[in-house]
């Protein structure tokens, strides 16, 4: 298994690098780690609840901030890394990200920003037509600094399982019932397979 462990604000050539290392390695699954790809407002404001890659112009991209401010042509968004490493490299069957924080909708139906864990997911067809499994997760905008929240991956010794877990270390030390110590919500417990 490659994984690959990338910037914020990829650059190109960054992509290329990781595109030729995984060519060398055809066999191997890879994985893409990187700080800002999915975000989870895209999925409050689509219709099939699916979160998207970020563009040049999603709010806190890498474009908004300095580095980006001064050479937007020198970094990928995350729908620009899908296009340039992820759907070009047939290895790649699961990305990872964080970054953004979390949204629901007001009675309005305006996006509002919430306290609460980002999670967002999707599924596409990558370079072979193989799933490549994305996923966005950010505790930090919750309560106590994101009180410890972690995205546990359990990769199975069969190879392709992949259990997905949420969990607190600070919540599983008390008895509180207002406190799990696994999140109830089915976003944040389920199970991918890899190609």
Same mark, same amino acid.
């Given at each position: 298994?490659?994984?690959f462990s990338?910037e /914020?604000?990829? +650059?190109p050539?960054?992509?290329?690098w990781?595109g030729?290392?995984?060519?060398l390695y055809?066999? +191997?699954r890879? $994985?893409?780690?990187t700080?800002e /790809? *999915?975000?989870d407002l895209? !999925?409050?404001?689509?219709e099939?609840g699916?979160?998207r +890659?970020t563009?040049?112009?999603?709010g806190?991209?890498?474009?908004?901030?300095? $580095?980006g401010?001064?050479?937007p042509d +020198?970094?990928?968004? %995350?729908?620009? $890394? &899908?296009?340039?490493?992820?759907? !070009?490299?047939?290895n790649?069957s *699961?990305?990872l990200?964080?970054h953004h924080r979390? &949204?629901n909708l007001?009675?309005?139906g305006q996006?509002?920003a919430v306290?609460?864990?980002a999670?967002?997911?999707?599924l596409d067809p990558g370079?072979a %037509?193989?799933?490549v499994?994305?996923?966005?997760?950010n505790?930090? /905008? $919750?309560p106590?600094?994101?009180?410890? &929240?972690?995205? *546990?991956l359990? /990769?199975?010794l069969?190879g392709?399982?992949?259990l997905?877990?949420?969990?607190p270390p600070?919540y599983?030390?008390?008895d509180?019932?207002e406190?799990?110590? &696994?999140?109830?919500?089915?976003r944040?417990?389920?199970?991918?397979?890899?190609?």
């Amino acid at each position: 298994m490659l994984v690959f462990s990338l910037e /914020f604000g990829v +650059r190109p050539e960054v992509a290329d690098w990781a595109g030729s290392v995984a060519a060398l390695y055809p066999d +191997r699954r890879a $994985i893409l780690l990187t700080h800002e /790809f *999915l975000d989870d407002l895209s !999925r409050v404001t689509h219709e099939d609840g699916w979160a998207r +890659r970020t563009l040049p112009e999603t709010g806190a991209s890498p474009h908004h901030y300095g $580095i980006g401010q001064d050479t937007p042509d +020198r970094m990928l968004s %995350g729908q620009g $890394i &899908w296009d340039r490493l992820v759907a !070009r490299s047939a290895n790649f069957s *699961l990305t990872l990200n964080g970054h953004h924080r979390s &949204w629901n909708l007001d009675e309005t139906g305006q996006p509002v920003a919430v306290k609460t864990l980002a999670a967002s997911y999707r599924l596409d067809p990558g370079a072979a %037509g193989e799933p490549v499994h994305q996923m966005f997760f950010n505790p930090q /905008f $919750i309560p106590d600094g994101g009180a410890g &929240w972690l995205r *546990l991956l359990e /990769f199975q010794l069969n190879g392709v399982t992949v259990l997905v877990k949420t969990f607190p270390p600070l919540y599983a030390m008390d008895d509180d019932p207002e406190t799990p110590a &696994w999140h109830p919500d089915a976003r944040m417990h389920f199970q991918v397979r890899l190609r």
